[in-house]
């Protein structure tokens, strides 16, 4: 069994920062592509930001310039350094992550549970 665990969110007030974390535990070859994913209420979930296990970074235009994606790969962890909330930004986060449970097996997707981060304007 594969799990990520996602911590770090919360309520901060518009212009301030939050940093995510995720860690991937369990039964892990290795882990490929990371990334965050957000839902807003009654709206699709939408991309973040993702990153590579080579450190290739992807960010969604609206969070270019204030958001950070990064990974430890010996701690299979990833995060999200948030600067400059905005209300728009409200939303349950979602850690993704392409993870290889053993070396014969092939890529699965995985999601964690969500967090919620909530920006008061």
């Known amino acids: 069994q594969v799990h990520l665990l996602e911590s770090g969110g919360g309520l901060v007030q518009a212009g301030g920062s939050l940093r995510l974390s995720c860690a991937a535990s369990?039964?892990?070859?290795?882990?490929?592509?990371m990334g965050w994913y957000r839902q807003a209420p009654g709206k699709q979930r939408e991309l973040v930001a993702t990153i590579t296990s080579g450190g290739n970074t992807n960010y969604a235009d609206a969070v270019k310039g204030r958001f950070t994606i990064s990974r430890d790969n010996a701690k299979d962890t990833v995060y999200l350094q948030m600067n400059s909330l905005k209300h728009e930004d409200t939303a349950v986060y979602y850690c993704?992550?392409?993870?290889?449970?053993?070396?014969?097996?092939?890529?699965?997707?995985?999601w964690g549970q969500g967090t919620q981060v909530t920006v008061s304007s």
């Open positions: 993704n992550a392409l993870i290889y449970p053993r070396d014969t097996d092939p890529v699965y997707n995985y």
């Open positions: 369990g039964s892990i070859f290795s882990v490929s592509a």
